[in-house]
C-alpha cells in the first residue's frame, strides 16, 4: 500500500537528483509514483532543452506523464536493455539496497525493467528509510490464485489482505489484469530468502521485494540529497 506523507520538497530533490544523471542518448526507464514523478518532470525539462533519450514506462500513469512532457517513449516488451531507471520505493534499507515497491500496483513491471537496466537509481525521501524491512510486500497474482496464494502467505506466517480500490467498488486490478495482496511478515530478517518463497508461488506474477538490483539510492532531505551506492 502507499506510504503515507512524505515531504513532496525532499521528494523532488531526490527526483531531480537522479534525474540530471541521465546523459544524452540513453534509454532510461520512468518510474511509478510520486516521487519518480519529479524525475519525470525534470527529464522532461531537459528533453525540452534538447537532450536526447528514450523513456520506458513501468505503467500507465509513467507513461501518461512522460507522453504530457514529450519524451520520446519505448514499450518495454520492445526494450533489451536499459542504461538507468529511476523509480520511487515504499521502503528501502539504505545499508543494502533491498527495498519493498507496489504501493502503485506496478512492481511488475517495475521490476522487469530494474532488472532490464544496467543501473538502478531509487528515489525516496526519509520516511522511507528503515532498518529492517517491516512494511506490507505487495504482490500481484493471477485473479485465480487469491485464495491458494493467501493460503500459501498464512503458511509463511503472514497475513495477505487483497487490496481494495479507492475509487471503484471491489478490488484494485493491476496495469496487467491481475489483483494484488499486500501481506504483512513483520520484519523481514532475510528479504532474499522470502523473495525466493514468494517467487516460487503458482499463480504470483510477481512480488514487490526488491533485493540485489538497486545500485545507487537518492535520499532527498530538508535541504539537499544524501546519494548512498550500494555495492552489488
Ligand atoms: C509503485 C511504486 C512506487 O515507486 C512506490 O509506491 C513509491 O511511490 P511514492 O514515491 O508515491 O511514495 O512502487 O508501484
Do not use: W
Request: aromatic fraction near 2%; proline fraction near 5%; charged fraction near 25%.
Amino acid at each position: 500500500m502507499k506510504t503515507e506523507g512524505g515531504n513532496d520538497d525532499a521528494k523532488r530533490r531526490a527526483g531531480e537528483a537522479a534525474a540530471a544523471a541521465v546523459e544524452d542518448g540513453m534509454i532510461v526507464g520512468l518510474g511509478t509514483g510520486s516521487t519518480a514523478a519529479h524525475a519525470i518532470r525534470a527529464i522532461g525539462r531537459a528533453v525540452d532543452s534538447g537532450l536526447d533519450v528514450r523513456g520506458v514506462p513501468t505503467s500507465f500513469a509513467a507513461r501518461e506523464l512522460a507522453r504530457e512532457h514529450a519524451i520520446p517513449l519505448v514499450p518495454v516488451a520492445d526494450t533489451e536493455q536499459i542504461d538507468l531507471a529511476i523509480d520511487g520505493a515504499d521502503q528501502i534499507v539504505p545499508a543494502t539496497g533491498a527495498c519493498i515497491k507496489g504501493g502503485g500496483a506496478a512492481h511488475a513491471r517495475e521490476k522487469i525493467v530494474a532488472a532490464a537496466a544496467d543501473r538502478l537509481s531509487i528515489v525516496v525521501d526519509p520516511s522511507k528509510t528503515a532498518d529492517v524491512l517491516d512494511r506490507s510486500v505487495p504482490i500481484e497474482v493471477l485473479p485465480a490464485a487469491r485464495t491458494t496464494v493467501a493460503a500459501a502467505v498464512a503458511a509463511l506466517d503472514g497475513e495477505a489482505t487483497l487490496r481494495r480500490a479507492a475509487h471503484k467498488d471491489g478490488p484494485v486490478v493491476t496495469d496487467n489484469g491481475n489483483l494484488v495482496l499486500d501481506c504483512s511478515f513483520g520484519p523481514i530478517d532475510d528479504p532474499a530468502a522470502l523473495a525466493t518463497e514468494l517467487a516460487s508461488l503458482p499463480g504470483v506474477l510477481e512480488h514487490g521485494l526488491f533485493v540485489g538490483l538497486t545500485d545507487v539510492i537518492y535520499v532527498g532531505t530538508a535541504t539537499g540529497v544524501d546519494r548512498i551506492e550500494i555495492d552489488r
